[in-house]
Nanobody, 124 residues
Framework: QVQLVESGGGLVQAGGSLRLSCAAS????????MGWFRQAPGKEREFVAA????????LYADSVKGRFTISRDNVKNTVYLQMNNLKPEDTAVYFC?????????????????WGQGTQVTVSA
């Protein structure tokens, strides 16, 4: 089993920055790839970014490319999402997810483990 706990959300003005953290505990074998997703009110959960635990492969949604960066600390078993130049349309609940697959995945059914989510609100 894997437990994921997100933190770092909050309220920020447009153009500002936030860094989300996702601490993983349990079987690190099951966290070979980790991703960030978000869900705005009335919308489906969508892919934001993902990366492999042991390698350097990363992938970003077009809407955040160049503004968001996913990174990891293998010692702390923590994944980060650095979000810069935030826009009001980035407002959503952000979820961390993990999968045992070593491939970067973008679909929500591909991830077996999910955190509880952290709210990010960007004001205009």
């Amino acid at each position: 089993q894997v437990q994921l706990v997100e933190s770092g959300g909050g309220l920020v003005q447009a153009g500002g920055s936030l860094r989300l953290s996702c601490a993983a505990s349990g079987s690190t074998f099951s966290t070979q790839s980790m991703g960030w997703f978000r869900q705005a009110p009335g919308k489906e959960r969508e892919f934001v970014a993902a990366g492999t635990w042991g390698g350097s492969r990363t992938l970003y949604a077009d809407s955040v490319k160049g503004r968001f960066t996913i990174s990891r600390d293998n010692v702390k078993n923590t994944v980060y999402l650095q979000m810069n130049n935030l826009k009001p349309e980035d407002t959503a609940v952000y979820f961390c997810a993990a999968t045992a697959s070593g491939v970067v995945l973008t679909r929500t059914p591909s991830y077996a483990y999910w955190g509880q989510g952290t709210q990010v609100t960007v004001s205009a």
